[in-house]
């Protein structure tokens, strides 16, 4: 039975930030994964705030941390797959995310 709140074919965007230095291994995650995440969109970012690990000389003096952003839309009921997957594949603390609900999706042609 399917909670009238979430029906079974709700969508999701979920986001991934993480730092710059592990973008392959997100990239290669996303491919090995592909029944998961059949396609997604890396966008650079920069971390604030207290949780902001600054690694680098540079990220120190600048006051923010180089991170990336993935996001993938999919099937609501495939979220927790998805995050079990990357737990397992790259366990971080440093690895944030967030799923917000789609009110639509579609190409334009």
Known sequence: MSDPES????????????????????IDFCHAQAALFS?????????????ASLRTTVETVLGRAR???LVT???????????????????SPEIVYWALPVARFGRLS
């Open 7 to 26: 029906p079974a074919d709700a969508l999701v965007a979920l986001h991934f930030a993480f730092p710059a230095a592990i973008e392959e291994e997100m």
């Open 39 to 51: 396609g997604f969109t890396m966008l650079d970012a920069d971390g604030y705030g207290e949780a």
């Open 67 to 69: 991170r990336k952003l």
């Open 73 to 91: 839309v999919l099937p609501q009921q495939r979220v927790e797959a998805a995050l079990a997957a990357l737990r397992a594949a790259l366990p």
